[in-house]
Every structure is written in structure tokens, then in C-alpha cells.
């Protein structure tokens, strides 16, 4: 959550070098306003059975050199529509981290509803919620590695059959048992709207460069495909942005990052189904 950190005290950082411009020699002091402090949530739950995390941090000031401090003592539970409630309790050597049982898994077609409450306000609220769906992914028929005919890169390509609803895609991928885009930032972002309840044939699923375009025999690609909502779609997409920075620098004040919560949290509650394929690269 560093990249929300740097993105929420942009205008900060934008005012000071201005104000370094109108007079070097001035000494500016710089005040924040505690009240300006949000929670910071990042919370998954998908159909894999395993411990699920939720990670409660609060925002802090943009001049400060440490991590965003663990929010510690909440109370955090996961309920469906079913009737079920999850609870998770706190990791004792991770402050703001906690774990579900190891049995924990999602349904598709359920309905999660996030819930945090905090023994001390954040930022003015005490209560948090957040509410997602698990829509069905598609199986992955099968992948290849193809080079891009007009630009210099390779692509991992899967076909799949595509549902009449509209869908947003999320991908991610690993080599040789090595995560390569673990951050939200990171993940190839399909949408449906032209191909809509059509086969996809060679959806490019992730980018390789560099090293990763170097294939050895042997070697592993292992490619993940999971059918999201629009506004994570829209949360991917704006973290994204905004992490990348803006150009040029005073183009204007960063746009609100899409977010499921509620009472001014920043972060999401992801919910989600996965497909998996794999990739050997042959011999010569």
C-alpha cells in the first residue's frame, strides 16, 4: 500500500516544490491534517481453499520515512448470503494482519459483505463495510507464447470461451514456480465489450520482456484467469494511474480511486473465482 501512500499526498509534494520555487531561501512549514487520515483495507477472498488475509493499515503522512503503521484489535469477520460468517483473527507477529481459517473458501454466485470494526476511529469512523460477488471464470482451453507481430515482445495467449454477460478479466502469471506480477498494479486487465459472448482466440494474458522472453526448455509458465467485477476492474485500472504518476507533473489533482468501501477507506475487498493453465516451453 506504499503506491497509495504516495498517491493520496501527491498535491503535498506538488506544493512544496512550488513553494521551493517562489522563494529558495524561505522555510516552509509543512502541517498535516490528522483528520485527513484514512484506513487503508486490502482484503481477498476467492474459491481456493486456504487462509485468506485482510491487511488493515492507516495512511500516513507523505514526509514520513517508515511503513504504513497495522491497525491493530479490530474486529473482522466475512459473511454471505447464506447465512455463513468467517472470522478472522489477528496474526500476532504481523500488527494489522488477519488470517481466516485454513479452510476458508468462496462459492460462486455468493454474496460477501466485508465488516471491520476498530477499537479507535479512523479518520472519524469506527465501522467499516465492504460487499462483492464471486462471478463464474471461464475455463482456459489451453495457452501459447507468441510473438508480437508488430511490436518487440512475446504474449501469453489463451483461448476461452467468453459468456453472454459482460465480463472484466483479470491475469496473472508464473514461471518456473516464480510469481512475476504479484501487485494489483501489475495484472493484465481484459474487458468484453467487443468479443462479448464470442471465443477468445490467443486473449493476451500476460507481457514478457527481457529475461522473461528468454524460454528454456522446460520451463513452466503457469497462467491464472479470474472473472471480476467492473469496479475492481475500475479499482486495477486507477491504482494503476495513479502509481504510475502523472504526466506532466502539474497536469491536476489525482481522481478518487475506485473503491468498494465504505466511510472514506481507501483499498478493496476483492472477491473471486480462478481458472488455471499451463505452458511447457518444448524443445528444439
Not at 40 to 68: C, G, N, Q, Y
Not at 128 to 153: C, G, H, L, Q
Not at 243 to 269: C, E, R, Y
Amino acid at each position: 500500500m506504499n503506491n497509495i501512500k504516495a498517491i493520496t499526498n501527491k498535491l503535498l509534494f506538488a506544493a512544496l516544490i512550488l513553494g521551493s520555487v517562489a522563494s529558495c531561501t524561505k522555510i516552509i512549514d509543512v502541517e498535516v491534517d490528522p483528520s485527513n487520515e484514512k484506513l487503508v483495507v486490502d482484503a481477498t477472498l476467492t474459491t481456493d481453499t486456504t487462509v485468506h488475509i485482510v491487511k488493515l493499515t492507516r495512511t500516513i503522512d507523505f514526509f514520513s520515512m517508515e511503513e504504513p503503521p497495522g491497525v491493530s484489535n479490530a474486529t473482522v469477520t466475512v459473511s454471505d448470503n447464506e447465512g455463513k460468517t468467517i472470522t478472522f483473527e489477528e496474526n500476532q507477529s504481523v500488527p494489522g494482519e488477519y488470517l481466516s481459517p485454513e479452510n476458508t473458501y468462496g462459492v460462486i454466485g455468493n454474496t460477501y459483505t466485508l465488516n471491520i470494526e476498530l477499537t479507535s476511529p479512523i479518520g472519524g469512523f469506527s465501522k467499516f463495510e465492504a460487499t462483492n460477488f464471486i462471478k463464474k471464470t471461464p475455463e482456459i482451453d489451453s495457452v501459447t507464447i507468441e510473438k508480437d507481430p508488430y511490436r518487440p515482445f512475446y504474449y501469453i495467449a489463451g483461448y476461452f470461451q467468453d459468456s453472454v454477460s459482460e465480463d472484466y478479466y483479470m491475469s496473472w502469471y508464473s514461471k518456473d514456480d516464480t510469481l512475476r506480477n504479484y501487485l494489483s498494479s501489475e495484472r493484465y486487465l481484459i474487458e468484453d465489450k467487443i468479443i462479448n459472448g464470442e471465443y477468445f482466440e490467443g486473449a493476451a494474458l500476460g507481457i514478457l520482456f527481457g529475461d522473461e522472453a528468454k524460454f528454456i526448455p522446460g520451463s513452466r509458465f503457469e497462467v491464472s484467469l479470474s472473472n471480476i467485477n467492473e469496479i475492481h476492474y475500475n479499482f486495477i485500472t486507477d491504482f494503476a494511474a495513479e502509481a504510475s504518476g502523472q504526466n506532466p507533473l502539474f497536469s491536476g489533482p489525482p481522481a478518487n480511486i475506485s473503491t468498494n468501501l465504505n466511510n472514506d477507506a481507501v483499498g478493496f475487498f476483492a472477491t473471486y473465482s480462478t481458472q488455471m493453465a499451463v505452458y511447457i516451453v518444448p524443445a528444439k
